[in-house]
């Protein structure tokens, strides 16, 4: 659920100094800027902590700071309120979505999990904080394998709402998983065939990829892993030509972490930046300083959907340590 207060204008002063400006509200707010490895490169750089999402709801939960910006989309700001019903949550721009989450409507899932009853339900933490409340452990693409890896053999298992992550995480526990039809509408766009062309051009070049990315992309994979998997791959591998097959934000990170090497984005299908994604993209460095000045818009939610949604998510922390 979102709370705006007041409509405020979105006028910056001409020459004012937004990095300077925005560190100067951190310390007056005791703030604390939590940013996606998907956002725009200057908000990475003004960030206190960037990762995935494991990464980022750990922090979430560890915080000692009274005012939590969430530098990504709404169901992450919606986990940081849920680790954090005391604190300040706010988000840059309210209409940064997830076309994943979009993908799962409680409704429809409520009566797709009525279909097999005595099923542990196991939600990827891309979903709203609805879907959380009607799992019994989220995961994220860091530690999917190893969740599933814990459940006894014969419990069955509901997995939503990536059908990609599903199959991979299928593959590599050799687990039958029930899954919710769902998708990434970036990880989908992703071209076999133009890969294999971009692969035949850089011959030296390693395929990294996210699991949320379809089976005929992943095959083609020399690396498979979560955005800080792949980062941290790209930075021990003594290859120095990386094919990246994720959202193209991570690639600012990955050659400051790793100077002199080179990362090529994977391609689209279409002729257009649909490897970027349009949610994450929505956030914008004036925004997120206007954000902490006005200290809206601020995520809000329901003490029972919130109560709800955080035992699934402490189950998580608790089997990823």
């Known amino acids: 659920m979102f709370t705006t207060l007041s409509p405020s204008p979105a006028v910056l002063p001409g020459r004012l100094d937004l990095f300077e400006a925005i560190e100067d509200l951190k310390k007056e707010l005791n703030a604390v800027i939590l940013a996606h490895y998907y956002q725009n490169p200057d908000i990475q750089d003004v960030a206190d902590y960037i990762g995935d999402s494991l990464g980022l709801s750990r922090q979430a939960a560890e915080t000692n700071a009274d005012v939590i910006v969430f530098a990504g989309v709404h169901f992450m700001a919606e986990t940081a309120k849920i680790l954090n019903p005391t604190k300040q949550v706010l988000l ?58 814990q459940i006894p053999a014969d419990q069955p298992i509901i997995f939503a709402p990536d059908q990609n992550l599903g199959r991979y995480v299928m593959e590599q526990t050799g687990r039958d998983l029930v899954l919710w039809p769902g998708s990434c509408m970036v990880h989908e766009t992703f071209s076999e065939k133009k890969l294999v062309q971009l692969q035949m051009e850089y011959p030296d070049a390693e395929i990294i990829a996210h699991p949320e990315c379809e089976s005929a992309v992943l095959r083609h994979a020399h690396y498979i892993g979560s955005t800080t998997a792949l980062l941290n791959y790209a930075q021990a591998s003594p290859k120095q030509q990386f094919i990246v097959v994720t959202e193209p934000g991570i690639i600012h990170q990955m050659e400051k972490d790793a100077p002199g090497k080179r990362f090529i984005p994977a391609p689209p299908m279409a002729s257009c930046a649909c490897n970027e994604c349009p949610h994450m993209r929505l956030n914008t460095l004036e925004k997120l300083y206007l954000a902490m000045k006005n200290r809206q818009p601020e995520i809000t939610l329901p003490e029972d959907l919130r109560q709800a949604a955080l035992t699934p998510m402490q189950r998580m922390l608790a089997m990823s340590v």
Not at 132 to 146: P, Y
């Open 92 to 149: 840059p721009d309210l209409e940064a979505g997830c076309s994943l989450a979009d993908s799962c409507p409680p409704d429809a899932f409520a009566a797709f999990k009525a279909q097999y009853p005595g099923h542990l339900v196991i939600s990827y933490i891309n979903c709203t904080a609805q879907i959380k409340a009607m799992s019994d452990i989220i995961c994220t693409s860091s530690n999917a394998v190893k969740i599933v890896q």
